[in-house]
């Protein structure tokens, strides 16, 4: 599962798409309706495949969590983020045994179901092709043809050096009329 391009934005709805990046942040579209927005630097963003769920010994990618989530739906929408917490918490625990119940608060819960039905209902969560496929069906990959590696060879650099104009005079001219 890729999350990589799949970004969300404090204050905005939803989650957005970075199609480009632009000279003082990002051009992205929004999964909800489609609309481009520019994000500026300014603005905080988190990418999904950066975000982690606390667990008692360690943290677990959110990528990890929606393929086991997807596995388990079958790629349909899990439960509704709107379901009551403890609804959310029985689901996720089914999900990831050791999660830390101290320091994943319900609010995180309701995003990672939110997100997760979102992105379902888009069907934005495919499996990674080398999850998908069998262990007996090896890709062969052919190594690219390298192309020749040119020498660059320093071109002479022509430094110039500034000089007075007026023909080679130093001193500054004088003033008249004073």
Known sequence: MNLESIISITGKPGLFKVLSQIKNG???ESI?????????ATDKVSALSDISIYTQDSDIPLADIYDKIHKKTGGKAAVDHKSKPEELRSYIKDIVEDYDQDRV???DLKKLFQWFNLLA???????????AKDGDDKKVVKPKAKA?????????QNIKTSSAKGGGQTSMPSKKGG
């Open 26 to 28: 990002l051009i992205v």
């Open 32 to 40: 909800l309706d489609g609309k481009r927005m520019p994000v500026h």
């Open 105 to 107: 608060y319900n609010s």
């Open 121 to 131: 209902e888009k069907g934005l969560l495919k499996p990674d092709e080398k999850e």
């Open 148 to 156: 020749p590696v040119k020498k660059r060879i320093a071109k002479p």
